[in-house]
C-alpha cells in the first residue's frame, strides 16, 4: 500500500490567516491527489482532485499544488467555516490510502 | 441531487457479520463506482472496496478474505457485508461515491458500528 504522511498533525491559526499543510507519499502518484475537508460528526468532502483541480464550488480561497511525492494544499484568509481536518487520498492504485489529517484549529 | 443514506445495525457481536446498506436516490447508479469506507475512533480513513454497475468488485487487500459488496440496481441499493467481526472492525462506515478514478465525490452521512458482546 502507499503510505500518506501528513504534516503538521494540528496547527492553530486565526480567521484571516493563511495556512499551508503537507502530504507526503513513499511512492510516485504523479498529480493523483485528492483532498477532503471533514468537520466533527460530518461525512468528508471533496475539495480538490488530481493535486490542484478545485471542485466546483469549493471557495477559490483553497488551492492545491505538487506533484510526484509531495502535496500541498493551502488556504488564503482562513474563515470561520474552515476550522476542520483535512484529509489527503491518493487516487494513483487501490487500494486507495488517506493521509491521518491535519486538524486546523482556532488559536 | 443525489443523496446516499446508510442503514444497518449499529451493535454487533464479535466473531458475527456486519451487514450494511446504502441508499441511492435522486440519480442514477451507472457510471460509478460504488464504494465502501470506513474510519475507526479518532482515526484516518480506509477504502474497503467498491462495485460497479456491471458487478466488478475490488477490495482492499487486507480485507479482501472476509468483505463482500454487493448491488441490487432495481432498488438503487448497494451492500456491505463483513465476516468473523473483531473489536478492530468498530468503525463509522461510509457509503459513497467513486467517479471512477478513485475520487469520492459524494458521501453518506455515515453510520457508527460498534464490535462489542
Known amino acids: 500500500d502507499i503510505q500518506m504522511t501528513q504534516s503538521p498533525s494540528s496547527l492553530s491559526a486565526s480567521v484571516g490567516d493563511r495556512v499551508t499543510f503537507t502530504c507526503r507519499t513513499d511512492?510516485?502518484?504523479?498529480?493523483?491527489l485528492a483532498w477532503y475537508q471533514q468537520k466533527p460528526g460530518r461525512a468528508p468532502s471533496l475539495l480538490i482532485s488530481?493535486?490542484?483541480n478545485l471542485r466546483g464550488g469549493v471557495p477559490s480561497r483553497f488551492s492545491g499544488s505538487g506533484s510526484g511525492t509531495a502535496f500541498t494544499l493551502t488556504i488564503n484568509s482562513l474563515q470561520p467555516e474552515d476550522f476542520a481536518t483535512y484529509f489527503c487520498?491518493?487516487?494513483?492504485?487501490?487500494?486507495?490510502?488517506f493521509g491521518q489529517g491535519t486538524k486546523v484549529e482556532v488559536k | 441531487q443525489v443523496h446516499l443514506q446508510e442503514s444497518g445495525p449499529r451493535l454487533v457481536k464479535p466473531s458475527e457479520t456486519l451487514s450494511l446498506a446504502c441508499g441511492v436516490s435522486?440519480?442514477?447508479?451507472?457510471?460509478?463506482?460504488w464504494t465502501w469506507l470506513r474510519q475507526a475512533p479518532g482515526k484516518g480513513l480506509e477504502w474497503v472496496g467498491y462495485?460497479?454497475?456491471?458487478?466488478?468488485?475490488k477490495y482492499h487487500p487486507s480485507l479482501a478474505s472476509r468483505v463482500s459488496i454487493s448491488l441490487d440496481t432495481s432498488t438503487s441499493q448497494f451492500f456491505l457485508t463483513l465476516t468473523s467481526v473483531t473489536a478492530g472492525d468498530t468503525a463509522v462506515y461510509f457509503c459513497?461515491?467513486?467517479?471512477?478514478?478513485?475520487?469520492?465525490?459524494?458521501w453518506g452521512q455515515g453510520v457508527s458500528v460498534t464490535v462489542s458482546s
Open positions: 462495485i460497479d454497475t456491471t458487478g466488478r468488485t
Open positions: 435522486g440519480g442514477s447508479l451507472r457510471t460509478y463506482f
Open positions: 487520498q491518493q487516487t494513483f492504485t487501490s487500494p486507495y490510502t
Open positions: 488530481s493535486s490542484s
Open positions: 459513497a461515491r467513486d467517479d471512477t478514478t478513485g475520487v469520492i465525490d459524494l
Open positions: 511512492q510516485n502518484i504523479k498529480k493523483f
